[in-house]
């Protein structure tokens, strides 16, 4: 009987699975973020999913802070809905929580986002930027320049 009982359960999970789209349309995105200056402060990652939020109009979806370690760090965002998004990131040397920049406005930090190669582009947009997150579980890598 145990064994019928198991057998049947098995059988549910797949029909359960689908029977709940919430638990569907979400997942885990982890991003690593490479190439940090030295191991000193932080790693900022922000997640946009519109154009208000990458041109700092609005705050942006999710925010996450890693101390830098072996020059990298991993963010995790769970339970994120899935859709387009597009992320920023910086190495926060000095962990005063700002991209510091010098007296003509360019950056004196690290920084990154996603899509875009900055040494080609220094303007880039959200449309650029963004990417598709549709599934359970993603890994994007982001190397700082």
Known sequence: MLIRATAFTL?????????NPIAASEGVLEVVVNSAKNNDGEIQVALMNKAAQFDSKEPPVAVCRQIVDKQKALCKFEK???????????????????????????????????????????????????????SQLAQVFINLQ
């Open 80 to 134: 994120l809905q899935h859709g387009e998004y597009a992320i920023f990131a910086y190495h926060d040397e000095n962990k005063n929580k700002e991209l510091d920049e010098n007296f003509l406005g360019a950056p004196t930090e690290k920084l990154a986002i996603s899509g875009v190669d900055l040494a080609q582009n220094q303007s880039p947009t959200f449309v650029q930027s963004k990417f598709k997150f549709n």
């Open 11 to 19: 059988m549910l999970s797949p029909v359960m699975a689908v029977a």
